[in-house]
């Protein structure tokens, strides 16, 4: 079967990161390599050479995760990128493709998508690589007339050295004036399994030639220029080689420890990384039952068919006459899902609790008290309705 057929089969995640690690691999190192050559503080000028684009498998531009973009430089003996060396790549390239977000069309494969839908959903999607890879070579064949350009730059994020430990570097996505739409190297996004369909890796060459003012010629690695405190300057912000730890990734089990807690189960909304769940899925209030012996604040992490969620003991409260359901104030279960389901599941942590008025959405209808009557009997319909709609609660 072919890359493509296979690689579009294949959810984003480990299984997919692993089949881009072995086809790259076994395609061997990047070729045509392309000369840079930059200005250091003390005159020197140095030469390094970057891959003429990102890495590709069968004309497939294809994203990978942190972890899996450090371990191809690693078996190449090559280098990631850093902001400023993509700037740079950008100003040396002959060719310049402007991103071309599918948030803006829509349209990936037979289907069109909103921009939010493409954005929180189909973000990391194997066919949304493969739209945006098909609109990158129609601008490429219009810019060339069918030929290949020497170095091409503007049209994906660089995959770049972390700014922050265990966490991922993108930057690019170059407008015509230059200009980066991803201007913050800082994404806050898992190293280990977060990918974009605009993200690529455009590896370096782990050397370069240092041509000092006097006309001396040095043959050095990047990485000595990268940690020699003024030529480093003429390649990145900070002194010193940053690079992906897979030690240092996120390794959590389905089900981590809960976050102990005995507050009185009143939250000032989700716990960090989390959302509210706007559709039950099927079999969601059967697994919310499981954790209702906690102590209010306990916070738990698990999935349940392919999605992470977390599940919080909390203060519930169904108004007099209500029926399928305890009266009153009790505990409850209100079950979260993670804001980015492409990522390791957040680590929860203790929340910020405050005695407030919980509100109502439609995971379940908590209420202080009130003598409106008018207002008592328009939660109690709200609240037989999602009975109905959520079947018996948790």
């Known amino acids: 079967m072919a890359f493509k057929d296979v690689f579009l089969k ?5 299984k ?21 050559t930059v200005n250091a503080p003390d005159g020197s000028k140095i030469t390094y050479k970057v891959m003429p684009d990102y890495i590709m498998i069968d004309g497939i531009r294809v994203p990978m995760s942190g972890i899996t973009a450090q371990r191809v430089a690693d078996h190449f003996g090559m280098k990631l990128p850093t902001t400023v060396m993509s700037k740079q790549i950008w100003e040396a390239a002959d060719t310049r493709v402007r ?18 839908k493409v954005v929180d959903k189909k973000i ?13 070579d129609k601008e490429l064949a219009k810019k060339n007339n069918g030929g290949a350009p020497t170095l091409v730059a503007g049209h994906m994020k660089d995959v770049v050295q972390p700014v922050k430990n265990n966490n991922l570097g993108l930057y690019g996505w170059y407008d015509s004036k230059g200009k980066p739409i991803q201007n913050t190297a800082t994404t806050g996004h898992d190293i280990s399994v977060h990918t974009e369909y605009g993200a690529g890796t455009r590896l370096a060459l782990n050397e370069a030639i240092v041509t000092r003012p006097d006309g001396t010629v040095e043959k050095k690695t990047l990485d000595d220029v990268q940690n020699d405190p003024v030529l480093s300057k003429a390649i990145s912000n900070t002194v010193g080689v940053k690079r992906y730890d897979p030690k240092g990734a996120a390794q959590k ?15 000032n909304g989700p716990p960090p990384g ?26 738990s992490i698990f999935q349940m068919n392919g999605k992470n969620y977390a599940a919080r003991v909390e203060q519930h409260y169904h108004p007099p006459g209500y029926v399928g359901g305890p009266i009153g104030k009790h505990k409850g279960v209100t079950i979260y899902e993670a804001i980015d389901q492409n990522a390791t599941p957040p680590e929860v942590a203790p929340s910020d609790q405050k005695t407030i008025e919980p509100k109502l959405n439609r995971q379940y209808v908590a209420r202080t008290e009130t003598s409106n009557s008018g207002r008592m009997q328009f939660l109690q319909r709200i609240d037989k309705f999602l009975s109905k709609l959520n079947g018996e609660e948790a």
Do not use: W
């Open 10 to 14: 294949t959810p984003p995640g480990p």
């Open 16 to 36: 997919r990161e692993a089949l881009i690690y072995e086809e790259v691999v076994r395609r061997g190192p990047p070729k045509n390599l392309v000369p840079i």
């Open 99 to 116: 991103p071309a977000p599918l948030s803006g069309g829509g349209k990936i494969g037979d289907r069109y998508y909103t921009g939010k």
């Open 124 to 136: 990391s999607d194997s066919d949304s690589s493969i739209a945006y890879n098909e609109l990158i």
């Open 253 to 267: 089990s389905a089900v981590p420890p809960t976050n102990k807690g005995n507050s009185n189960g009143v939250f």
């Open 274 to 299: 989390y959302k509210v769940l706007k559709k039950i899925p099927p079999g969601m209030n059967a697994k919310a039952k499981t954790f209702l012996n906690g102590n209010y604040g306990d916070t």
